[in-house]
Structures are given as C-alpha cells and as structure tokens.
C-alpha cells in the first residue's frame, strides 16, 4: 500500500498597485491601478510528527500573511522581482517566499476575484 499523500492549503487577501512599463503603447495596463488579490499556498506531503500533520496550518497562515503584508497597500513594481508584476510573477515571488520554510509547497495560486483572472504556479 502506498504511503497517503495530503495537500493542505491556506489563502490571505491584499490590495496593491501596479503598472506595466513596457506594456502596449496606449494599453491601459501602462497607467497605474489597482487590485484585490486573493493569494492561496498548498504544501503536500505525507502526515507526520506527533500531531499527524503535514504543516502547522497556523504557521502557513501566518507566513503566508507576513508575505501579503509585505505587498499589501503597496506599488508592486517597487518590489524586487515585481518589476513587471504580472500574475506569473507574484506566483514566483510567493513560491520564493515561502518554500524556504515550507519544503512541501506544490502549488500557488494568485488571483483578482473581481475580474475573475487567476495564475495557478505548479512548484
């Protein structure tokens, strides 16, 4: 029998600002604007340790927030590696953040509820 794999996973919220510097000449992705980003991190792994789990639930949440403060009320071309601040690269910069701490992390994914646009990162 082979050993159960589990996927648990955590999401924070934050409001930022961005621009496109090399956007399509005219494209209102050049102007500065703003979003609600919604950021969800899932670890898989198998269950263990003497709680049976695969991560403390409580201290994802807690990295995963830390992170999103760090963006949260911000300009994300301000931010080393957010230059060009697409979805993709967001999914890179949380995957940098937290796997460190959170070998498991398999995936990320960021999104605008508003507008209904989400990037899924497989780590």
């Known amino acids: 029998m082979t ?10 919220t934050f409001d930022a600002a961005h621009h496109f ?14 979003h609600s980003f919604r950021v969800e991190a899932t670890v898989r792994g198998q269950i263990s340790g003497p ?15 830390a992170v999103a403060a760090e ?11 957010l230059e060009t ?12 953040a937290l796997k460190p701490r959170f070998p498991g992390l398999c995936r990320v994914v960021i999104s605008r509820p508003t507008i209904n ?5 497989s780590v």
């Open 51 to 65: 709680m049976g789990w695969v991560a403390d639930l409580g201290e994802l949440d807690s990295e995963l927030r």
């Open 117 to 121: 646009e989400s990037c899924a990162l």
């Open 85 to 96: 601040p697409t979805l993709e690269h967001l999914c890179l910069y949380f995957a940098a």
């Open 21 to 34: 510097p090399n956007g399509p000449q005219g494209s209102p992705y050049t102007r500065l604007h703003g």
């Open 3 to 12: 050993t159960p794999q589990f996927e648990i996973t955590k999401a924070a």
């Open 71 to 81: 963006l949260d009320h911000g300009l994300l071309n301000d931010k080393p590696g």
